[in-house]
């Protein structure tokens, strides 16, 4: 999705809509990953590989108002419901603002298109990419993209 991956969309329509019901279909089973997803106010979690039968069933679920889970991801929802969800990674520091900008970076765009797609000036961009930086305590670009690579803003085109 270009702009926002499905955390941030996610958020975004649990903040503009509360009622809007997101069921996230992700090839993420990681644990950092599916707990953000929680976090974010997805009211279902559907693993890409799930058959058929399944999606019927999480669609039908998160629009009647339950919650769907894959079972792949059981542990993960274990440890969320013995109330391991609370924020614990540098990634919930982050200003939905930096969050954007970091996946924007992680994406190859340069600061003159983040500036523009953003509505921001290109110095407030450095700032903000600067802030990035010093929060995760990682050193120039590369390192801002292995990161967004490492917590699933983006994934390796490669």
Do not use: C
Request: without cysteine; charged residues 30%; aromatic residues 4%.
């Amino acid at each position: 999705m270009p702009g926002l991956n499905g955390l941030e969309t996610a958020a975004r329509a649990q903040k503009e809509s509360p009622r809007t019901r997101v069921l996230l279909l992700s090839m993420h089973k990681d644990e950092e990953y599916v707990r953000r997803a929680l976090l974010s106010g997805a009211a279902g979690y559907l693993l890409k590989d799930a058959d058929r039968t399944e999606l019927e069933l999480a669609v039908r679920a998160v629009a009647r108002g339950d919650t769907w889970l894959s079972p792949g991801i059981s542990r993960v929802v274990a440890a969320f419901a013995r109330g391991e969800g609370a924020p614990r990674g540098p990634l919930e520091l982050l200003t939905r603002r930096q969050r954007e900008v970091l996946q924007l970076v992680a994406e190859g765009h340069s600061t003159k298109e983040i500036a523009h797609r953003l509505e921001l000036s290109a110095k407030t961009v450095d700032t903000h990419r600067a802030q990035l930086m010093e929060r995760l305590g990682v050193h120039g670009v590369p390192a801002l993209v292995r990161y967004a690579l490492r917590v699933g803003m983006v994934r390796d085109e490669s």
